[in-house]
């Protein structure tokens, strides 16, 4: 299992215009990297295959010395696994998502909302009023 695991939710989020933007992904992979420290590498899990090859494309560009992939297309549970065993876990606005960090025991999951302004521990966003993005280590 990667350290650092990214979960992109895509599918009836898009038409709604609930997907979170490539920038919180950037700026939530930031964190994790400071927090990891020495390079290593990533694995997007997300329901739209396309969609995370771009994002691992771009989040390859932007953090050169990190190495990311897509996982490999597998069953909803392979997936909930890949979240559940990450020691670092980059969440989407899903349930999917939260549940496996919930199960998951790592000491590091980074959670946001598409319409909050990134902060580390303030805002509203969908954990509730204070929870808009949210770092725990």
């Known amino acids: ?12 989020y898009l038409p709604r215009g609930w997907q979170l933007p490539v920038s919180y992904y950037v700026r ?15 694995v997007v899990v997300g329901d739209d295959r396309l969609a995370a090859e771009g994002l691992a494309g771009r989040l390859a560009h ?8 897509v996982a490999p297309e597998q069953s909803l549970a392979a997936d909930f696994g890949l979240l559940v065993a990450a020691r670092c876990l ?4 899903s349930t999917f998502a939260w549940w496996g960090a919930v199960a998951g025991d790592g000491p590091g ?8 302004e990134w902060r580390a ?4 966003g969908p954990g509730g009023p204070g929870r808009g993005a949210d770092v725990e280590r």
């Open 1 to 12: 299992v990667p350290g650092l695991v990214i979960h992109l939710r895509r599918g009836d």
């Open 28 to 42: 939530a992979v930031r964190v994790a990297i400071e927090t990891a420290g020495s390079p290593g590498s990533a």
């Open 62 to 69: 932007e953090f050169d010395d990190w190495e990311f992939r």
């Open 90 to 93: 980059v969440m989407s606005n």
């Open 109 to 116: 999951r980074i959670s946001g909302d598409a319409d909050a």
């Open 121 to 124: 521990d303030e805002g509203d």
